[in-house]
């Protein structure tokens, strides 16, 4: 019992001295030291103490914020590990929140993210087993989830804005470690580069990459940052040093007990000269955000497609004596202009959690005119350009999300790896013949077309896994449905980089890469001001 006292007392005091933070008043540890005590001696009934401190530590943190939280000795070791290293699994980041698993990211490249799973989707049961409101730990979401390559494991998922469960047959794999999917020339001078996160490995990547590029003729880049959930702070401050003249700051960070620390480019960056743009959207946080906010607030590139998710608060990790951890908030970020990057949080976590649909239901992902920036909150770049603070990077160019033609058979089709199993399929037998009609990814993406064999095989494959036919559906989603599986087909003949050059080649939902191709061809930076980079 006194191990189980010291761990909570710890957390109200020691910890926040190893913070430089002023340990708080005697009366409040005591109070809850002596409350334990008297549960362990006098109590009705016998108790779990480990897991009644556990669940006190839980809930001190989330009065906090919605990214502090407790990490358990067992779990620290994997909390990292989809920055620093691979294993085979469905490829998911999760967190346990209100004994219900959420979704933190689905890793790019990985087996859900294909499905279609995505951040803010809650796990409800696994190979059928609930797996909600029992009490499940990390290791046994592992233990269910992950398993040899090439296995399967039944989801169903509960997504907000669906009534029902949506099931998904996940094929497990190798979970990739690179953090750049994408990098080819998207035109004869227009480099392209699409970074899924900012892990240890990035920079390295970066730079390869950027070197090909420069080779192939390249003169300016779209850097890729939709969907990019992050990272570690030291790889985004590198990678915006990358575009940055010397001494420019990229960043700093403030908390009440934590002094301002400033972070500055060198002079050592490989891209300070030739135009920038920078896409992200709703899913780009955290580092991403770090990012485009150096580069909007320097003028030095343009930020292209919806308003960031806002995640910018400062976490660092208070190891307890029994080897578990707190990662406590301690600061804020703040873009080189004083915007502070991270969105509101006072109406709850739950709340915190369902913003970006809350986003799709008033209208901000599809018109422009229900983006309401607020005065108050207005900053200005370097150049004296109006840009709005309140959370998250807002775009200087804004490019709505097109749902017209999505559908319900659509998603059956994406949840039930029926598009990666017919894509499979048709490579497996017909790979030498594709790929000698198709000498590069650019030409198969400009000539390739989804057949009506193909399509018919798809909807037989689809029938014959209890997905009933909906030609309604069908033809609504007809123009995705054959971009993805052709997108996948070319992902197995080459690789994901092609993906994405064949889903950017002809993606009739989301234009922020033909916008950015736009804004490259036009006069856009000049009107900016942006014509000296």
Known sequence: MKNILRQVVTLLSVAPLLLF??????????KLEALLYHISTRYVDSVDQEALVEKAIVSMLEELDPHSIYIPKEELEQTNEPLKGNFEGVGIQF???????????AIAGGPSERLGIRAGDRIIRIEKEN?????????????????????KVEVSIRRS???????????????????????????????????SRFSATT??????????LRAAGMQDLVLDLQGN?????????DMADEFLADRKLIVYQEGRTTPREDSYATNEGAFEKGRLVLLVDENSASASEIVAGAV??????????????????VQRPVMLPDGSAVRLTVSRYYTPSGRCIQKPYEDGVEAYREERSSRLERGELTTADSIHAMDTLKYFTMNKRVVYGGGGIMPDLFVPLDTSLSSAYLGQLVRKGI???????????????????????????????VDSALSDQLMDTAEKEGIVRDPAGYNQSKVLIDLRLKALIARDLWETSAYWETINAGNPVDGSFRKAIEVLADDTFQRLGMAAH
Request: glycine residues 10%.
């Open 203 to 212: 920079m390295k990547e970066f730079r390869e990459k950027m070197a090909v």
């Open 229 to 237: 959930g992050g990272g570690y702070l030291r790889t985004a401050t």
């Open 419 to 449: 598009l990666n199993s017919v894509a499979l399929d048709h490579v497996d037998k017909h790979r030498n013949q594709l790929l000698q009609k198709y000498t590069t990814v650019a030409r198969f993406a400009e000539e390739f077309v």
């Open 21 to 30: 933070a002023q340990a708080p008043e005697p009366s409040s540890a005591g």
């Open 131 to 151: 797996v909600a409101g029992i009490g499940i730990k990390n290791p046994g979401v592992m233990e269910r989830l992950r398993g040899k390559k090439g296995t």
């Open 95 to 105: 967190n346990i929140v209100r004994d219900t698993i959420y979704v933190v990211d």
């Open 161 to 195: 804005g669906e009534a029902d469960l949506l099931d998904f047959s996940i094929t497990r794999d190798k979970i990739p470690i690179f953090s750049i999917e994408a990098s080819y020339m998207a035109t004869p001078t227009v480099g392209y580069i699409k970074v």
């Open 296 to 313: 909007q607030d320097w003028d030095r590139g343009l930020v292209v497609g919806r308003r960031s998710f806002g995640k910018g608060l």
